[in-house]
């Protein structure tokens, strides 16, 4: 299973889009890449999930660099309940959490 | 559907007290497995299983066990508290076939304190 690295916090304005940064160098071939996030107080929340192409959902986008080294999560409009702890997992026959990145949408 | 359910959601224990973290899942999932969550930091994997009768280990597993004797069910534990186990304790379930691909139901967690 991959190790990930994420930037401690980052923040956003409301309304404008948002892009997570997620390096996972160490990633396999058959590793999924999974993005959970955790609103204060709440269990993880899965955000979306890809393997090799880009990927959307209701929720937001995953575009995953075609070495497979990086991603990032692309949330289009930032609202004030996207405030959370956005985790990225490299996923083979487990998940393992980092300390993910702590998002701050200002009003 | 319920879901993920866990009990109970806050638990105060003594250090040497031993007791069970309940975790309950409606959606016929295969894989379940157990978190700790301590402050500031992202979940850490104790134990989990791929089905009925198979567990195996995490990355922090010692002082806990678990078994698995029916799909639904998965508790957790604690032999032994210690106020290093004070945490929020996650559990999750998801189905088991396309190993990576599948997304992960969490529970709302059970908030421990051992004094």
């Known amino acids: 299973d991959a190790k990930t690295t994420q930037p401690n916090s980052m923040e956003s304005n409301e309304e404008e889009p948002v892009h997570l940064p997620c390096n996972h160098s160490?990633?396999?071939?058959?590793?999924?890449i999974h993005w959970y996030r955790q609103l204060p107080s709440q269990g993880p929340e899965y955000v979306i999930h890809g393997l090799t192409s880009n990927v959307n959902n209701r929720m937001a986008s995953l575009a995953i660099a075609e070495d497979r080294k990086s991603s990032t999560l692309i949330l289009h409009r930032a609202t004030l309940r996207d405030a959370a702890v956005y985790y990225c997992?490299?996923?083979?026959?487990?998940?393992?959490f980092g300390t993910g990145t702590s998002l701050t949408v200002i009003p | 559907n319920a879901g993920v359910t866990q009990t109970p959601k806050f638990q105060v224990l003594k250090t040497g007290q031993s007791m069970t973290l309940q975790c309950a899942q409606d959606?016929?999932?295969?894989?379940m497995s157990w978190y700790r969550q301590d402050p500031g930091m992202g979940l850490r994997l104790i134990h989990y299983s791929v089905g009925a009768g198979i567990t195996d280990q995490g990355e922090v597993p010692n002082g806990y066990n678990v078994s698995r004797s029916t799909t639904e069910d998965f508790p957790l534990r604690l032999l032994s508290a210690a106020p290093s186990q004070t945490s929020v304790y996650f559990c999750?379930?998801?189905?088991?076939?396309?190993?990576?691909?599948?997304?992960?139901?969490f529970g709302p967690g059970t908030r421990l304190t051992v004094l």
């Open positions: 959606m016929n999932h295969e894989y």
């Open positions: 160490t990633i396999s071939g058959t590793d999924y």
């Open positions: 997992i490299g996923v083979g026959n487990q998940f393992y």
């Open positions: 999750a379930s998801s189905y088991w076939g396309l190993a990576g691909g599948i997304e992960q139901f």
